[in-house]
């Protein structure tokens, strides 16, 4: 697949939308960004440096409404095409409206140097901070070694809560088993006796 943006080697186009029911009335429409890049930050250690990755990611209209105020607030001299509009009550040819509009915005945003290679989008698209940083030609390993020790400590909380519940199922079948009376004893002691003068 070849790309069209070669001085930003980044591609992104929104083909299609999907509307996804939820429960009762509920529901929302996620627009689907096909991703043809060439970037780094794209790429796993296995790919060359030449090669072509394609993907797809999809997003709810609050997620590209998010990322376009990001890049808006970060790049002011850059004139976006305008956001579609909010309206309450979305209906088929709204949605087809969006989709057209989010591509002029998508492809808009990969011909532009400065928003294609953004921590913006590159968040937005799913790559980690870190091959972001490692895009950018910097030296990485601190941040490696730091999301390990992270994801070590959160190992140490999912083992810490696990004799936790035990313990608290625990308790909970011994309240039922007798202390629930003793517990019904001192609530009326203290109502009898709020003073303390008087002890069983």
């Known amino acids: ?37 060439r970037l780094a930050a794209f790429k796993s250690a296995k790919h060359k440096p030449e090669d072509v990755v394609q993907f ?7 997620e590209i409404e998010e990322l376009y105020q990001r890049l808006t607030a970060r790049y002011p001299q850059v004139s976006l095409p305008l956001l579609p509009r909010k309206v309450l009550f979305v209906g088929e040819s709204d949605i087809s409206e969006r989709r057209a509009m989010f591509n002029d915005i998508m492809k808009f ?20 901070s870190s091959s972001a ?13 730091k999301e390990d020790e992270e994801n070590e400590a959160l190992d140490f909380f999912k083992e810490e809560k696990a004799p936790d519940l035990i313990s ?33």
Do not use: C, W
Request: charged share 35%.
């Open 1 to 37: 697949r070849q790309i069209q943006n070669t001085h930003t080697g980044l591609d992104l186009s929104v083909p299609e939308y999907q509307e996804i029911r939820g429960k009762m009335m509920s529901g929302h429409v996620e627009y689907h960004i096909v991703v043809v890049t």
């Open 56 to 62: 797809m990611v999809s997003k709810k209209y609050s």
């Open 168 to 200: 608290q199922l625990l308790s909970v079948e011994n309240v039922k088993k007798g202390e629930k009376k003793e517990e019904e004893d001192e609530e009326e002691e203290e109502i009898l006796d709020p003073l303390g003068i008087i002890r069983y």
């Open 109 to 128: 945003i990969s011909k532009d140097e400065d928003l294609a290679m953004s921590p913006e989008l590159l968040e937005f698209l799913g790559t980690k």
């Open 133 to 145: 940083v490692d895009f950018k030609g910097k030296n990485v390993p601190d941040d490696r070694e």
